[in-house]
């Protein structure tokens, strides 16, 4: 056990900021989720639009980015070829940055919008149809892609141009903190990132294990129990703790391809045999939609609520507000992640590869799945609303696929994606954190700091489960991710800053790779001439 590559500030001020925060939360619950609500509420009220225009913001700067010369870079050496090939690539992007979360939301979160629409729509209506076939895939759609992408820029620029066998947040701002990161400035901005994580994680199990757990009762007849969702939660650690240890090309790919191919085959199952022209004409339908009120989406704040007839939804702080911080408390993870299986490809590449792909597959989880479930509702052959009202969502979710052919069958495919979605999202976040709490990373972070991570993250939200409070978890995470508005700034300040750097000291200016490499040919021939010279004086002094 190599301790010395630790950063043990890092690793010891994450420990100790979760334990911080869930101490509290396990002693005295109703108090500490009262706070946390109350904090919640405050920043989510005061602070939303900050969050909705830094999601266009970032939006812009990366397309600007993707066709500036500063696209152009290579990750890697010049010639090199990608380190995996695009369907692994884009696999793993997706399965890391999604995990069973699409599948909770994907079924079922039309329905929420139907009843709650937007812009004092009424529910249930014909304009509140077109709108919740629209919304889930607006708020899984490019901004949340950028947002998470954002970060990969500087990180993967420092890895693999400038060849800093570091991925951490706070080194990818070095360009403009400069030697601060090295001290407790850095630590903090590290140990943020990594508490984000940690809740983030906190909200995918919470989503996702009952929902597994209602597929299994499905299944054997068991009944859904906190001991049925702990040993759920139990297997899942198991897997991702395997894939972690194993590593990225054993573990997390080949999870992330079984998962790619089992998504497919889900999907195609559902668009043929179920309702495919309402399918197609409603997922078209609701791109038009989005296309025609891109930005009337993302800049709607009810600024004229209570006046008039007009009462306040807090449609946009309690969804769209939510959403974007909660794309940005995974944002650095997804960023480190997708930054550290890109070399070989252009910043160009990562930059749309990941909006388009990433945004590609949510379009067909929400269009696919999310219109199956409006089409049981709008023709009566299910009452999606008043079974989700009476038995939750994870409960209405599985008896949606219940409504398709072969059933059974789906719903074990159906929840062994889920297992698989959550496992892989796990073994990426450990692999991440390990990572980070890391001075150094030349290939794999360490195995025993992999597992440690691995089982770092189910420990808390399962002790959290049984109490009652992963959901303040949750909430308390997206809170304290609020400072992570400011270092997305950082990062795209720190990117733009190393690589015009770069693209104007360079002869070529296609690829500023080209002058890294040059110039690090000519410091090699410097110290070989300087050698030489001394060897030439000594001859001369004999």
Known sequence: MNSKLIDWGTFIGALILLFGVTVPLILFPEGGKEIVNQANEFVSGNFGVMYMIMGLLIFAFLIFVAFSKNGQVKLGDEGEEPEFNTFSWAAMLFAAGIGSSILYWAVIEWAYYYEGPPFGVEGGSQEAIEWSTAYGIFHWGPIAWAIYTLPALPIAYFYYVRKKPVLKVSEAVRPVLGRRVDGPLGTLIDVLFMFGLMGGAGTTLALGTPMIAEGVSDLTGLEVT???????????????????????????????????????????????????????????????????????????????????????????????????????????????????????RTIRQMVLGTMIYGTLGCVLFFGIMGNFGLYMQVTGQFDVIGFLDSNGAPATIIEIINQLPLAKFIVLIFTVLAIIFLATTFDSSSYILAAVVQKKVEGEPLRWNRLFWAFALCIMPMTLMFLGGLETLQTASIVGGFPLIFIMFLLAWSFMKASNTDIRASDNYESPTIHIERWKRKEKRKKKRSALEVLEDRKDED
């Open 226 to 344: 906190l001991t049925l969702q702990a040993f759920i939660m139990i297997i899942c650690t198991t897997i991702f703790a395997i894939s972690a240890y194993s590593g990225l090309r054993r573990g997390i790919k080949v999870l992330s391809d079984i998962n790619l191919w089992l998504s497919i085959f889900l999907l195609a199952f559902i668009f043929f045999v179920g309702p495919t022209r309402f399918i197609s004409e409603t997922t078209f339908n609701s791109l038009g939609i989005i296309m025609d009120n891109f930005f009337k989406m993302a800049t709607w704040m009810e600024p004229f609520a209570n006046l008039g007839d007009y009462e306040e939804t807090l449609f946009p702080e309690s969804w769209t507000v939510f959403y974007w911080a909660w794309w940005l408390v995974y944002a650095p993870f997804v960023g480190l992640f997708v930054a550290r299986i890109s070399r070989g």
